[in-house]
């Protein structure tokens, strides 16, 4: 049964519920609200509760678990003679997944019929190229190992979903003539709906935290799948960039040097552009312009955030390169070759970066106390001299922390880097020239037809676990510095 049509009827046996607590309270206080001890509608609440939240419970587990229980079931189906050499029994299981995958979607485009994706005696060549034939995604021949063990993955999903749709149901309908037993014009009902809303609210509280915890765990075991793979030493002081997709990665020099210095330089452009423009613009807003003036240009600049990236990265593509090639290119000083380099991706980044910078410190500049303009200007200062001097030592806890929350968006941009820096690996001065950030790659890594379980395809996964450190020391030394300022100034 699909998920979809499994979330409406217990939706349907929540709402059925609710109608029959809140008429059943009534009944047992004589049709008189004024008997129960809570509104009526708290009655339905509590049965709709009742029923809802451990029948969803129970959804959400099963749904963690399956996956984890069929894995480790069907990878004692494989034999040790079925795995290559070079290769792994995450390899193989990647193969087995891909495969019952390609199985499924083949019979329900009835390309290939139920029995047949069943059948224990099929050959695993013709399986593969009827696959092929069907459009089906398979990247190397299946051997019959890996299609007993697909076969067997596919059954075993299946039951599960059905076992699954029949006690999920089971558990609604038994929490709903659970909590009709227990309504009666005594009975709480208002306490217990308030407390359990306070747990469901908590629950949502804790869905950052535990998301969180879910992103760095999934980083932390796929990267170290990763370094059992391939060198960690090669991987953190190489200085080449060549992946090969022959022989399972054998080939292939992942050194992160050339993606960490493009990723930084394209970032420095960006903000050497986004800091002075922003940080002067916040200025004039703040101090200078009339309230008319920064009633109509602060929104007109924070559009600029609202801006898509694609669209950035097409201006940076058709305006910005040509424009620059046009410039420095051969017809000009002769220094750039193509439209895509650093000076371009770099340029259009800082232009996105600026509403950040600039609304971010407008903010904290107003938030300085006027006693302290006032106290300066009495002790005849000019209003530049008290900018300089008082408003924006004061403020500048505040605007670190938007320079460094620019800063971490830039290092985190994709689609512009992807259409106006190039993709080319390359440890360089020159910034007229094409370069490539961690997160092109991390894009490009996990698109095409690559093993899964591949160096190529986890070396993604060790990147975006280097990006993520990097993003996390650049909070934590923005907090030390608003920490120390802050003290200084307060």
């Not at 060198?231 to 022989?247: E, H, V």
């Amino acid at each position: 049964m699909p998920i979809l049509w499994l979330f409406l009827i217990v939706i349907a046996i929540a709402a059925v519920g609710y109608v029959l607590g809140r008429s059943r309270a009534l009944q047992s206080a004589g049709g008189d609200s004024r008997n129960l001890h809570s509104l009526p509608t708290f009655y339905g609440a509590n049965v709709a509760l009742k029923t809802v939240v451990p029948a969803f419970g129970l959804l959400i587990i099963w749904l963690l678990a399956q996956p984890l229980y069929v894995n480790s079931q069907i990878s004692g189906m494989i034999p040790d003679t079925a795995i290559k050499e070079g290769s792994s029994h995450s390899l193989v299981m990647a193969e087995v997944r891909r495969t019952a995958d390609g199985l499924d979607n083949a019979v329900a485009q009835g390309q290939i019929a139920e029995t047949e994706a069943r059948d224990a005696q099929a050959d695993a060549a013709d399986m593969t190229q009827r696959l092929k034939d069907a459009g089906q995604v398979v990247t190397s021949e299946i051997t019959q190992p890996v299609l007993r063990a697909a076969q067997g993955y596919r059954v075993m999903t299946a039951s599960g979903y059905k076992i699954m749709s029949i006690a999920v149901i089971v558990v609604a309908i038994a929490g709903a003539v659970f909590s009709l037993f227990q309504t009666h014009s005594e009975y709480r009902a208002r306490n217990v709906v308030e407390q359990g809303i306070r747990i469901l609210l908590l629950g949502a509280a804790s869905i950052a935290i535990l998301t969180t915890v879910g992103i760095v765990l999934s980083l932390v075991f796929n990267t170290w799948e990763f370094f059992k793979l391939y060198p960690a030493t090669d991987f953190f002081f190489g200085k080449t960039w060549a992946p090969s997709f022959s022989g399972r990665g054998g080939s292939s020099s992942l050194g992160i040097l050339p993606l960490l210095w493009g990723t930084f330089y394209i970032s420095l452009v960006a903000l050497l552009v986004a800091v002075p423009i922003g940080l002067f613009a916040a200025i004039y807003l703040s101090e200078y312009a009339s309230p008319k003036v920064r009633a109509f240009a602060k929104p007109l600049l924070e559009v600029l955030a609202g801006i898509p990236t694609i669209v950035y990265g097409l201006f940076a593509l058709l305006t910005v390169g040509p424009l620059l090639l046009s410039v420095f290119g051969d017809d000009g000083l002769g220094w750039m070759k193509a439209g895509t380099a650093v000076m371009t991706a770099g340029l259009v980044m800082g232009i996105m970066l600026i509403p950040f910078v600039s609304s971010l410190s407008d903010d904290i500049i107003n938030a300085v106390p006027q006693a302290m303009r006032d106290g300066s200007y009495g002790l005849g200062a000019t209003q530049s001299e008290t900018i300089r001097q008082v408003v924006l030592p004061a403020a500048l806890p505040g605007i670190v922390g938007a320079i460094l929350l620019a800063a971490s968006r830039a290092i985190g941009e994709t689609m512009i880097v992807v259409l106006g820096a190039g993709a080319a690996a390359r440890l360089s001065l020159n910034p007229f020239e094409a370069m490539t950030t961690v997160t092109a790659k991390i894009v490009s890594q996990l698109t095409g037809d690559a093993d899964f379980a591949s160096p190529e395809a986890l070396v993604a996964f060790a990147l975006g676990m280097t990006l993520f450190i990097l993003t996390l020391g650049l909070n934590i030394f923005a907090l030390y510095i608003v920490r120390k300022y802050r003290e200084q100034y307060e």
